[in-house]
């Protein structure tokens, strides 16, 4: 039997890198969030069996890399709108809805760790996870443990249960397939690493106001917007100042809070009217991808348990 007793504080100092882990696995908060919780479970179980052939930190990745692996066996994947289907061609007020499943969501940052200093952000941007989601399970978690957290192939190959030449063979396979595939999602964010404040604050207060014409005037030409769980989106001008006509009723009176999502990138929450009270609730997380003085796209998630997961209030009073 292992004598050594299980040190709580690593599994604690290690949860922000196993849930930006287990999020790019899997493209899912609430599912990277379920997955920490049965790591834990796992490691306490399986702590007797731990015999030092590896450090603490590989034999815990083993059981994180394995549990992802599992959960990812039956699984579809996981995508963006604009990667799903082309725009909408006749613009009508969207009814049709896709299960949470289907979606790849946006998540909060994962903790003030020094490690995490370590960790490239641009890997939690929501193109790059879109990508991650195009490789093998195994695959994916060979590249994510080597270009994201950079181990070593050795280190790899232990958590993997592979040999360190298998590791180099699908590492190779992993940066081909995301090198040579095309997703509109990754079109849409070669552009700068943050939105301009002064356009996120142009956006806040035409939408505010619920001004259409101010509104789609800061979207370029090409400019869309999507939003998950809905399948449809909406690009150019034309069709999104008839979009937000339509959509007037249900987001006139809204207000935004602004939040950091995916590393720490700007966005903005917006709460609607409720139908049941004076005051606002949550609605969407709006993400803008701008280019020079324009929007080019708006991810709005359309999912209100993120607002809870991503610290922000149930309601705001009018």
């Not at 882990?21 to 493209?27: D, I, K, Q, S």
């Not at 990812?72 to 809805?97: C, F, G, M, Y």
């Not at 806040?204 to 800061?218: H, R």
């Not at 602004?258 to 709460?271: E, H, R, T």
Request: aromatic share 8%; proline share 8%; hydrophobic share 40%.
């Amino acid at each position: 039997m292992n004598g050594i007793p299980l040190d709580l504080q690593i599994l604690e100092k290690m949860k922000p890198e196993l849930t930006a882990f287990c999020y790019r696995m899997l493209g899912s908060i609430d599912d990277a969030d379920d997955a920490v919780q049965e790591i834990y479970i796992r490691v306490w179980q399986s702590w007797s069996s731990f015999r030092q052939d590896a450090s603490p930190k590989t034999w815990i990745y083993r059981i994180a890399s394995n549990l992802c692996l599992d959960k990812l066996r039956q699984a579809k994947r996981r995508v963006l709108p604009v990667d799903l289907s082309d725009p909408a061609r006749s613009i009508i007020e969207p009814r049709e809805t896709l299960p949470d499943s289907a979606w790849i969501w946006l998540a909060p940052d994962f903790g003030e760790n020094p490690e995490d200093a370590l960790i490239r952000k641009d890997t939690l941007q929501l193109c790059f996870i879109a990508l991650l989601q195009t490789l093998p399970p195994r695959q994916r978690a060979v590249l994510i443990l080597k270009d994201v957290f950079d181990w070593s192939s050795k280190q790899i190959a232990e958590t993997l249960g592979m040999s360190p030449a298998a590791v180099n063979s699908a590492l190779q396979r992993a940066r081909e397939t995301m090198s040579r595939t095309e997703l509109r999602s990754d079109e849409l964010s070669r552009m700068e690493a943050e939105p301009d404040q002064e356009l996120l604050s142009r956006y806040v207060d035409a939408f505010e106001q619920f001004d259409i014409d101010k509104l789609v005037a800061l979207f370029h030409e090409e400019g869309c917007m999507s939003m998950p769980p809905f399948p449809m989106w909406v690009r150019g001008r034309e069709d999104l100042s008839k979009f937000f006509s339509l959509t007037r009723p249900h987001c006139e009176g809204s207000r935004f809070v602004p939040v950091k999502v995916n590393g720490g990138y700007p966005a903005l929450a917006q709460y609607m009217q409720s139908p049941e009270g004076p005051h606002l609730i949550p609605w969407g997380i709006h993400v803008l991808e701008t280019k020079g003085n324009h929007i080019l796209h708006v991810q709005n998630f359309i999912n209100p348990r993120l607002f809870s997961r991503l610290g922000l209030p149930e309601h705001l009073n009018q």
